[in-house]
């Protein structure tokens, strides 16, 4: 489960880049790409680079810096790399991505984004085919998916196993001698592509083209496989037209994705800044300061003090060297962890009405810990506003989130999340200010199933929830 429970945040699973130049150190640049994709994936991080014939692979667990700490050095064209957050139970060196795989039909390096949410049903079935497994995750199911395919080419088996699959995935590939990238029939997760000065790159967000001076060209379109070698750059649509249904997830500008990256070409940072105003407009607080929980509302609360006239203040202090926390035994843990992460200034915040903003509320229960620091450091007031809609569904797109019942809006009301967090007041942005926000792209084409429970894909029953061995 990618959910931290000191921050009481969702995560997204992982980020893919991939480059094919023959003129630079490919190894450095895919290490560069990942550097600036580590918000995507802090647990664990790998490279796979080839020169057609052999693949050098490097991977390991923790930061790219801890990781990676010498790069493949296979004279190479090619190469893909991932960073990642592990699911529960799956925090194991075996299911490091890039997957490295030979067959009868050459080599392949496997990146992976997404979660697939048939891949529990496909893996017995391959099983009882006889095939083996040596992880855990459902991105062994696609490279199982494209060996055993009967067509005629690299390309044309990975396009047959795609359209296998189902759920979310954003793939990188690297072939014998091709870079191949592919989205999923709806988008659920980002993928770009990007020039550098004589060859290509793809990537989960526009932002790690800007670290290797990569040109941005373009979004991959949903269902969509560009194949990039030494002629340049094709493309075809390998789904089926009437599975075509863009559906983005609308958490990529909410949360997930770096400020500075575009994403089917709408600014994050700008939509960010909208939502700030969209929520002033839906409750226009009379309030002293308007702060963020740092990081993921302060561009929220800068929008909402520009809109407002309220200024915009620093109470709570990040301890940006902590790390991530993820086993919490009891509440006491809990709260000496938020307290080690999270400093609030009294000459800040005492006596002061605070506008408090973050993108979202999970289970509350380090929203609660938060509101009650600031008001043992003398705030008058709190006022809490959420960036995005109640979250009361599950995730099953590329965030395996907790079962329903431990989302606190599947099962309470706004006015019981406001008392158990302590706050004076709770606002959650309204679906219709979150459109509004996101004004770039039609509201069609963003998937909003972890606010209304509409999945437009098939997904696991809460049942086999219980027994799913992974979601990369």
Not at 129 to 152: C, P
Not at 210 to 230: C, H, Q, T
């Amino acid at each position: 489960m990618n959910y931290d429970p000191i921050f009481d945040k969702w995560h997204e699973e992982c980020g893919v880049f991939g480059v094919f130049d023959r003129t630079v150190d490919v190894a450095r640049y895919v290490y560069w790409g990942l550097f600036a994709l580590q918000h995507r994936g802090q647990e664990s991080a790998g490279i796979a680079i080839t020169d057609g014939n052999e693949v050098a692979l490097k991977k390991g667990m923790g930061l790219l810096t801890e990781a990676i700490k010498e790069l493949p050095t296979l004279k190479s064209h090619m190469g893909t790399g991932h960073v990642r957050y592990s699911t529960t139970g799956s925090n194991n060196p075996r299911n490091i991505q890039p997957l490295v795989i030979h067959y009868q039909g050459g080599q392949i390096a496997v990146a992976h984004n997404g979660n697939l949410t048939n891949a529990l049903g496909i893996r017995r079935q391959l099983e009882a085919d006889g095939s083996i497994f040596q992880t855990t995750m459902d991105s062994e199911v696609i490279v199982n998916l494209i060996a055993r395919s009967k067509a005629d080419t690299q390309e044309d088996r990975i396009a047959d196993a795609a359209r296998q699959i189902e759920g979310a995935f954003s793939l990188v590939i690297t072939t014998n001698d091709s870079l191949v990238g592919l989205r999923d029939p709806q988008g659920f997760r980002p993928l770009c592509l990007g020039k550098t000065e004589h060859g290509y790159v793809l990537s989960s967000e526009s932002c790690a083209f800007d670290a290797i001076k990569a040109e941005f060209i373009r979004d991959i379109d949903p269902g969509e496989m560009v194949i990039i070698d030494d002629c340049g750059v094709r493309s075809k649509i390998y789904a089926e037209p009437q599975k075509i249904d863009k559906k983005l997830c609308v958490f990529e500008y909410i949360y997930f994705a770096r400020s500075d990256s575009k994403i089917d070409g709408q600014s994050v940072y700008e939509t960010r800044l909208n939502m700030g105003r969209e929520l002033y407009n839906e409750t226009k607080y009379d309030a002293d300061i308007v702060m963020s929980i740092p990081d993921s509302g302060t561009t929220a609360a800068l929008g909402y003090a520009r809109a407002s006239g309220i200024p915009f203040a620093e109470g709570l202090i990040k301890n940006r060297y902590s790390g991530r926390t993820f086993i919490k035994p009891n509440q006491e843990e809990r709260e000496l962890a938020v307290r080690m992460k999270l400093n609030a200034m009294p000459e800040v915040v005492g006596g002061k009405r605070i506008v408090l903003i973050d993108d979202s509320i999970v289970r509350g229960t380090t929203s609660g810990l938060i509101v009650k620091m600031l008001k043992e450091a003398g705030a008058k007031e709190i006022y809490m506003c959420v960036s995005s809609p109640a979250i009361e569904y599950s995730c099953h797109y590329g965030i395996d989130t907790s079962v329903r019942k431990e989302l606190i809006a599947a099962t309470h009301t706004i006015e019981e999340i406001r008392d158990y967090i302590k706050a004076d007041k709770l606002h959650y942005l309204s679906r219709e200010g979150l459109c509004r926000a996101v004004s770039g792209v039609p509201e069609a084409d963003l998937c909003f199933a972890c606010f209304n429970g509409d999945y437009r894909v098939d997904v696991p029953t809460e049942q086999e929830e219980g027994v799913k061995y992974v979601l990369e």
